[in-house]
């Protein structure tokens, strides 16, 4: 019987890093399946399924279950969606020999759900939560109470791990709590500085896995990505003085992005939820607007060879271009009050991003580019390769 590496998905964002380590296992373990299972966060409608399962032996899809205020109708959902989880887990045990499962390090309910009937029914080798940043960095946030009750008991009666709810800039999110009993995973970038001794907990640290991309120095390159947020204003307003000098902030920018990288392709991707909408100063005649059904990340990758340099006011997407090798800018201090500056610095002061040399952020439009130009190190790939091939095997 051959053996399983099952990857745990809920938002697609996740689903480029999981694809490029199946990718690795398939090169690298002839005698493992890849199987994942993916559970329908609402930004699934947005992406094109068949790109972001492609690396997958076996794909499982489950619905969408969530830590609903009405909780009467959530725990029914609840237990309808872990019924399906345990049929899945008795097909993997009839099918594979041995069962590793991944997951990335989200708390919300489909997850929560998966990891809990793994852990608990044994029929596992290992479990692991594989994680950019370390949960224990967030742990500090203010807590959202009312939705760390309402998780508290989606976790007593259905005997989950515990989950607290807190709150990040713009959105409010949920962490495990301290006594989690599945190991964790931490990428490390090669450029992060050293943590001092006794700093977190001793775990399991791997190499980025956007590392293991093929990315070639000294190659011509004629494109640029800007990842769009037509709800910044709404979504950072108590950050944004002035919404008439933020609109004309943004085009200025925009017009500085056109002359500096004039005979480029500058392709605009909006974000998920702006429904269409565009940023201020975005001409369509002038920028190519990506509308394909694909993440930022599945988009970084397949076009990989091809950008030249990466934007965006504070997005994730940034930080993966980054971790790419791609020049990639930050522009939320040209537009923020010294409040949100500090409160957005703060956040990625904790997922150590500003150490890569990578990623910049910029305080003007006259830090336009000013990254564009470095080296690609490519010295230490195969070391980073073989400490993935010793943690799959």
């Known amino acids: 019987m051959k053996e399983a590496r099952v990857f745990i998905v809920y938002h697609p964002l996740i689903t480029a890093t999981f694809n490029l380590i199946a990718d690795f296992v398939r090169k690298n373990c002839p005698q493992v399946d890849c199987v994942l299972i993916r559970a329908l966060h609402p930004y699934w409608k947005t992406v094109k399924l068949d790109r972001h399962i492609s690396s997958f032996d076996l794909f499982l899809p489950l619905p969408d ?201 500058l392709l605009y991707k909006p974000h998920p939820a702006d429904g269409g909408r565009l940023m201020s100063g975005v001409d369509p005649s002038e920028f190519t607007v990506y509308d394909e059904p694909q993440t930022a990340e599945m988009l970084l990758i397949d076009n990989l060879e091809r950008i030249k340099a990466v934007y965006s006011f504070f997005s994730i997407a940034s930080i993966s271009a980054s971790l790419m090798r791609i020049p990639s800018y930050h522009i939320f201090e040209y537009f923020m009050n010294a409040e949100g500056i500090k409160v957005l610095n703060e956040h990625a002061r904790e997922g150590g991003w500003y150490s890569s040399p990578y990623l910049k952020k910029i305080k003007d439009p006259g830090g336009i580019g000013c990254i564009d130009s470095i080296s690609i190190k490519t010295e230490d790939e195969e070391s980073w390769r073989e400490r993935w091939r010793e943690f799959l095997k």
Not at 74 to 97: H, N, P, T
Not at 102 to 120: E, G, Q, R
Request: proline fraction near 5%.
């Open 65 to 265: 279950v969530g830590y609903r205020r009405n909780i009467i109708a959530g725990l029914i959902q609840a237990w309808q969606f872990r019924r399906e989880v345990r049929k899945i887990s008795e097909m993997l045990q009839d099918r594979y020999s041995r069962i590793d499962v991944y997951s990335d390090n989200s708390s919300y309910l489909p997850v929560n759900i998966l990891l809990s009937h793994f852990y608990a029914s044994g029929s596992t080798d290992r479990i692991y939560r594989l994680a950019r940043t370390p949960q224990a960095n967030f742990s500090h946030e203010p807590e959202d109470r009312l939705y760390s009750i309402i998780t508290a008991i989606y976790c007593s009666v259905l005997k989950l791990f515990k989950v607290l709810a807190v709150r990040l800039p713009a959105v409010t999110s949920f962490i495990y709590a301290d006594d989690n009993p599945i190991g964790e995973v931490i990428f490390e970038s090669p450029y992060a500085p050293a943590e001092p001794e006794g700093s977190r907990e001793a775990g399991l640290t791997l190499p980025e896995p956007f590392l293991l991309l093929d990315r070639k120095p000294d190659t011509e390159r004629d494109t640029v990505v800007i990842f769009g947020g037509a709800n910044i204003l709404q979504a950072f307003s108590q950050y944004i003085d002035d919404k008439e000098e933020y609109d004309k902030k943004l085009r200025l920018f925009f017009e500085r992005i056109k002359s500096f990288y004039e005979g480029c392709t």
